[in-house]
T-cell receptor, first 111, second 113 residues
Framework: SQQGEEDPQALSIQEGENATMNCSYKTSINNLQWYRQNSGRGLVHLIL?????REKHSGRLRVTLDTSKKSSSLLITASRAADTASYFC???????????FGGGTRVLVKP | DGGITQSPKYLFRKEGQNVTLSCEQN?????MYWYRQDPGQGLRLIYYSQIVNDFQKGDIAEGYSVSREKKESFPLTVTSAQKNPTAFYLC????????????FGNGTRLTVT
């Protein structure tokens, strides 16, 4: 089974609304990363949150991390049609920064 | 313009043939990775390399082989032993340290018939 699991699997919202997706993981981590993937393209790194951080912001993105619950959330505020993509959380599996990815949340932002 | 280049973007092969996917990076990264992505799924690690002339199996290495003769290059061969090779293949590179992000290429979509 995968280390990270996103929820929901799919999300459809109107432009301007906020989008929230969650990630749960199983083992202890020293960081958690979020990536975006546009259809048919590679993944793009969005944000990395370390295990000693509880919240981090980057532009319209807000990430939280609760290590006691082994969960993280990604909030996209004031969504735009260009935010339509799949979003993945990833956690390092062992030394060497081998990342394990969840199944992703597919976000559709309707204009 | 730094980045990772995967080629070709689309690849078609007959069953039973080996095929090699190219991955080149000019980011001066020590570590490189190959992932497989099936439709609507997450990524699964095939092989990774933390340094030139060294590589390790990931979670789904059976039916695949790699080489790392140069820092910039990490080609992946999909052999005829891979039972279900049709997939989207993503190459990534990174500094190989914890707390460092991965940089991905734009993938190669392999179709085997």
């Amino acid at each position: 089974s995968q280390q990270g699991e996103e929820d929901p699997q799919a999300l459809s919202i109107q432009e301007g609304e906020n989008a929230t997706m969650n990630c749960s993981y199983k083992t202890s981590i020293n960081n958690l990363q979020w990536y975006r993937q546009n259809s048919g393209r590679g993944l793009v790194h969005l944000i990395l949150i370390r295990s000693n951080e509880r919240e981090k912001h980057s532009g319209r993105l807000r990430v939280t991390l609760d290590t006691s619950k082994k969960s993280s959330s990604l909030l996209i505020t004031a969504s735009r049609a260009a935010d339509t993509a799949s979003y993945f959380c990833a956690t390092p599996k062992a030394a060497g920064n081998k990342l394990t990815f969840g199944g992703g949340t597919r976000v559709l932002v309707k204009p | 313009d730094g980045g990772i280049t995967q080629s070709p973007k689309y690849l078609f092969r007959k069953e039973g043939q080996n095929v090699t996917l190219s991955c080149e990076q000019n980011l001066n990264h020590d570590a490189m990775y190959w992932y497989r992505q099936d439709p609507g799924q997450g990524l699964r690690l095939i092989y990774y390399s933390q340094i030139v002339n060294d590589f390790q199996k990931g979670d789904i290495a059976e039916g695949y082989s790699v080489s790392r003769e140069k820092k910039e290059s990490f080609p992946l061969t999909v052999t005829s032993a891979q039972k279900n090779p049709t997939a989207f293949y993503l190459c990534a590179s990174g500094q190989g340290r914890d707390n460092s992000p991965l940089h991905f290429g734009n993938g190669t979509r392999l179709t085997v018939t």
